[in-house]
């Protein structure tokens, strides 16, 4: 390992037993482990507002103080949900959401939407969401996605800013490559990832070098339509998200619909140690079968994962 992935893999004790690690340039302690917003509203919807919170103050009570969301979730709702949770709380937690916005205008009304959504007067971090179409990263740049969000930077409503993407590797090299030095940089992270448009032995080795944080996502893979895949692998969700964990990333954001998922990983972050070798290496080999045609990544391959506004903004049908 490197030294510039040790010091990302690097950890500092809390009292709850969830570790934290650096946010990259900005030196900042997060929890490992990231509430995903949209999971945690779809929880709200599903089993009401009361069983919502109580999975949200719970995440947070166990030491889950880095929460995400999106300008784009669930139509609003996610945001309009944990701004209700921050209440009282806000000053305890890391808060990060996605900015849908190429353009100038756009990203304002993101911000702006955000905001009141949330109930606050700033984030922590701000991201470009989905910067999964090859222009993305030239959009972000020529029509004042990143003008916008300096303005806003300096303005006290966005302490950092970066990106997110699912879709290839190459993207987010042409982004972290354009001149601007991101905070942090978002991608797929699992064992299948390593096999196939490999977003972590190509994308994390660059951040590393530019000490941009990463937070890693879908590490189960999967989604709506691999079950119509047939599958036969051995590959458990405690085995990604302990290899996720176990790569330089500074947080994995994870969606949760229940406390038994929530536990489940707290009890695998508290005190967590990386994979010894013989264990990794035994995750690709169960990996391996399976994850060089894409058939658990079909965010990847396909346009059936990039949100319905992003579709309509390149000029494709919203229900691809």
């Known amino acids: 390992m490197s030294a510039l992935a040790g010091r990302a893999l690097a ?14 340039r900005t030196g900042e302690q997060v929890s490992i482990l990231c509430i995903g ?3 945690l509203g779809r929880a709200a919807q599903d089993d009401g507002e009361k069983a919502g919170l109580k999975l949200a ?3 947070l009570d166990n030491g889950v103080s880095f929460w995400d969301n999106a ?3 669930l139509d609003g709702y996610a945001e309009e949900f944990m701004g ?15 900015n849908s916005g190429r353009d100038y205008k756009f990203a304002k009304e993101c911000l702006e939407t955000s905001l009141r959504r949330l109930q606050t007067d700033s984030l922590d971090l701000w991201q470009f969401h989905e910067t999964n179409y090859d222009n993305d990263p030239d959009w972000v740049f020529e029509k004042g996605g990143l003008k916008f969000a300096l303005e806003a930077q300096k303005a006290g409503k966005v302490r950092y800013i970066g990106f997110t993407g699912h879709k290839h590797p190459r993207i987010h090299t042409k982004m972290l490559n354009k001149g601007y030095d991101w905070a942090t940089a978002q991608m797929p992270i699992n064992p299948m990832d390593y096999f196939y448009r490999s977003f972590q032995r190509e994308v994390v080795p660059l951040c590393a070098a530019k000490d941009v944080g990463v937070l890693g996502m879908k590490c189960l893979g999967g989604g709506r339509r691999v079950a119509e895949i047939p599958s036969t692998t051995k590959v458990t969700a405690e085995m990604c998200v302990r290899w996720a964990l176990s790569l330089p990333i500074s947080s994995l954001v994870r969606g949760y619909l229940n406390m038994d998922q929530l536990m489940a990983d707290v009890k695998i972050a508290r005190g967590f140690k990386p994979l010894e070798e013989a264990e990794r290496k035994r995750i690709m080999a169960l990996a391996a079968p399976e994850a060089g045609d894409g058939r658990h990544e079909l965010f990847k391959s396909t346009q059936f994962y990039d949100g319905p506004v992003y579709r309509k903004m390149h000029g494709f049908a919203v229900d691809a």
């Not at 209700?84 to 996605?98: E, S």
């Open 11 to 24: 950890q500092k004790n809390s009292a709850n037993g969830i570790p934290t690690r650096r946010l990259g």
């Open 37 to 39: 917003g949209a999971h």
């Open 57 to 59: 103050h719970a995440a």
């Open 71 to 73: 300008y784009m979730y």
């Open 84 to 98: 209700r949770a921050l209440k009282g709380r806000r000053d305890k937690v890391f808060l990060m959401t996605k």
